[in-house]
């Protein structure tokens, strides 16, 4: 199977003509249609839903009832430059910093993600980069806890 992007416009499908990424994403992980969800993408005027394989028509209806649903209230995005300075301004060290400057080398599109509204989809780049070694489990923590929907360990 090959993955399934299906695109809504914000103004023109979305109620409020507005989306709200972080929740938008958790109300289609909390739905019948999670298990191939793979993340959204805002794309200029454009809500792009990314899925692992193709979406049958019963899974687009579902989906489409969720677009129609979704309030857009107040949301949590910040830009890049604001997301990325305010994980470059906690680190702890010469050496941390350092490590997250060479996982942006090596992953740029932890940084795209992060730009396009896509935290679920930055949040993953940064799992690749600490399972590659190239971040320790601090450097993560660091980065997850400055990204939009950020959830505290209990």
Known sequence: MSADKIVFSIANDFPNGKVNPTTFDTEIRESEIASQFDGIIISGADCDVWFSEE???????????????????????????????????????????????????????????????????????????????????????????KLPGYVAPE
Do not use: C, W
Not at 83 to 88: Q, V, Y
């Open 55 to 145: 979406q049958s028509e019963g899974n687009i209806a579902i989906l489409g009832s969720l677009v129609a649903a979704h309030q857009g209230a107040d949301s949590d995005v910040r830009t890049k430059q604001e997301i990325m300075k305010d994980i470059f301004y906690s680190v702890t060290s010469q050496e941390q910093s350092m490590r997250l400057i060479a996982a942006l080398d090596a992953y740029p599109s932890f940084e795209v993600m992060i730009g396009q509204t896509s935290y679920d989809l930055a949040r993953q780049r940064a799992a690749t980069a600490l399972s590659a070694e190239v971040l320790t489990q601090d450097d993560y923590d660091l980065i997850d806890s």
